[in-house]
């Protein structure tokens, strides 16, 4: 198991080479010989597709780009099960972090290595991840296959989430956003703990905490959901885009 | 639409390296661009293109280069004193990118407008300026009990409308907002960007919204402006540059950027933005660019008007030929 952080700009130590940092990496895990930390490291930035020059750089000689396709690089040295990258992209222009994603999606698929992605980009993920978590103060709100999430999302605050970003096609129609503020986690609301920004709110869910309760195969944490009382995304057009 | 602030060839370099270092980074190369009265104006680009350097220019943190900004027809550099420079920052304020490290957080929130009241209109009796404070704090959706809070009371979006309200205080022009919604949870983004329009729409207030994120320019923007390593690549009316980009680069932002309900396009490049520093002539774009010809690594393009009010600065796009670089 290894983890990509957010920031590769200060996850790298900038006084150290990306191949002393491998090779760091390699001698904590075991006592590798000279030569077989140098295939090692070369193998795995050759996979990310960086010439292998580069473990010679200073992470500081690097674009944002390849410094943290360096950072995946070096999560890959022991050819892990499970990679949690926390939000990866997020300090990258849209053309470095489509072209990263693509990326760790073919290295996925080649390696068959488990991906947990966080992210706050509702619309980077679609076309990547195979099932969707969506989490509200502390709690997992709606989980479910990421297609079917996209096409009906069940939970208020998820229907919210995807409204809230504007798209480049389409007609240019006024958002709502959600409204209200993210909770303060120190004095979480009783019951739903969305019931404060959720326009669908009725009187018990400020009472009754939900549980996750299955819908429609997938997961969802929502009483009016849950007996069928709350309109439907798909059946009412305003909701869906 | 009348013309509010003009840039003509402004160029803005900085010095790398050691003292005796010749090299200069041209952060900013020749950039010519307007905006009106009562209009946004979004500035997209990647990171380093400029997009921020451009902003500092025109809030007189920087001095260009070269080159010079008109505001209501008066040159910037023919600012000499005080209160003509006091006068163009309150018409010209600017929000920031973080609402965390933008507000003094020993004072109350009210204390930042409340100096700038002060400073940018004496005029104003004491007893006056705390009324014109909730004023501008209901404008912008705060209620004027939140005059009191201290900053760490507030949320990252109440934050970034006391930006914003302070920026009002002052009855400015032309707002630069740099970045102002990327910090901010993507839920409550929505209600900032809606804020921008109503500040348009009912204050006449213009704004510079800088943004990297196309998708959220085309909410509010009437105009779109994309940077490439310091150089404008293209401009003109959001959707018409949305929906006919004429440079390569354009398209490649543009396809680049995800969209949930489009099935996924295909982009190859891999490429990295250029470093800037002492370029030689040619398209800077040239080594990303698939339809590059000899005339690109010889000549700057420089922009050109390809329809109405929509210009790009590419040799191909003007020989009339038809662009299609990357598909979106």
């Known amino acids: 198991m290894s983890v990509v952080m957010q920031s590769a700009m200060n996850a790298l130590n900038p006084v150290k080479s990306i191949g002393a940092q491998f090779k760091d990496a390699l001698q904590a895990h075991g006592k590798p010989s000279k030569q077989e930390i140098a295939t090692r490291s070369a193998e795995v930035m050759r996979m990310v597709g960086i010439d292998p020059v580069h473990l010679k750089s200073y992470p500081h000689q690097l674009s944002g780009g390849m410094r943290q396709r360096s950072m995946i690089a070096m999560a890959m040295l022991f050819t892990p099960d499970l990679v949690i990258m926390d939000e990866p992209t997020s300090a990258l222009d849209v053309v470095a972090q489509r072209a990263l994603m693509v990326q760790i999606k073919e290295l996925q698929q080649t390696f068959g290595f488990a991906v947990i992605f966080v992210t706050h980009d509702m619309s980077l993920i679609s076309h990547f991840s195979d099932r969707l978590m969506v989490m509200y103060a502390g709690q997992i709100d709606e989980l479910g296959a990421t297609r079917t999430i996209f096409d009906r999302p069940l939970h208020p605050y998820t229907q919210g989430l995807l409204e809230a970003f504007p798209s480049i096609h389409g007609p240019r129609v006024p958002l709502r956003g959600i409204p209200g503020n993210p909770p303060d986690l120190a004095m979480i609301p009783t019951g739903c703990r969305f019931h404060p920004r959720c326009p669908y709110a009725v009187e018990r869910c400020t009472a009754i905490a939900p549980d996750l309760y299955p819908v429609d195969g997938d997961l969802v944490r929502c009483l009016r959901r849950q007996d069928g009382t709350l309109p439907r995304a798909d059946q009412e057009g305003s909701l869906s885009r | ?328």
């Not at chain 2, 500035?43 to 920087?62: M, P």
């Not at chain 2, 302070?166 to 009855?171: E, K, P």
């Open chain 2, 1 to 328: 639409m009348s013309e509010l602030l003009r840039t003509e060839h402004l160029t803005r370099h900085f010095k790398i390296g050691g003292m005796l270092s010749r090299r200069t980074l041209h952060a900013v190369d020749d950039v010519s661009f307007s905006i009106g009265e009562r209009e946004i104006v979004a500035l997209a680009g990647e990171s380093g293109s400029g997009k921020s350097t451009i902003a500092r220019v025109l809030a007189r943190v920087y001095k260009p280069t070269s080159g010079e900004i008109y505001f209501e027809g008066k040159p910037l550099s023919a600012i000499r004193s005080r209160r003509d420079g006091l006068r163009y920052s309150s018409l010209v304020p600017m929000v920031f990118q973080d609402p965390f490290a933008s507000i003094n957080p020993v004072f109350r929130v009210q204390h930042g407008v409340l100096r700038i009241l002060k400073l940018h209109r004496p005029e104003l009796p004491a007893k006056k300026r705390l009324d014109e404070a909730a004023r501008v704090f209901g404008v912008v959706g705060l209620g004027a009990d939140m005059l009191q809070r201290f900053p760490y009371e507030l949320s990252g979006g109440q934050r970034q409308r006391v930006g914003f309200a302070q920026a009002l205080a002052m009855r400015p022009k032309l707002i630069l907002a740099d970045e102002p919604v990327s910090m901010l949870d993507v839920s409550i983004r929505i209600g900032l960007l809606n804020l921008m329009a109503k500040l348009r729409d009912e204050e006449g207030v213009s704004i510079l919204y800088i943004t990297h994120d196309i998708a959220s320019a085309r909410y509010v923007a009437d105009r779109l402006i994309v940077m490439y390593a310091g150089q404008i690549a293209e401009s003109g009316p959001i959707e018409d540059v949305l929906t006919i980009p004429k440079h390569p680069y354009t398209q490649l932002l543009l396809s680049a950027v995800p969209d949930p309900m489009a099935p996924l396009s295909q982009v190859s490049d891999q490429g990295e933005p250029p470093k800037v520093v002492d370029p030689t002539p040619g398209c800077r774009f040239r080594w990303r660019c698939p339809l590059a010809i000899e005339k690109c690594s010889a000549v700057t393009p420089v922009l050109a008007e390809l329809r109405p009010g929509h210009e790009a600065a590419c040799h191909v796009a003007q020989t009339g030929a038809e662009v299609r670089a990357f598909a979106s």
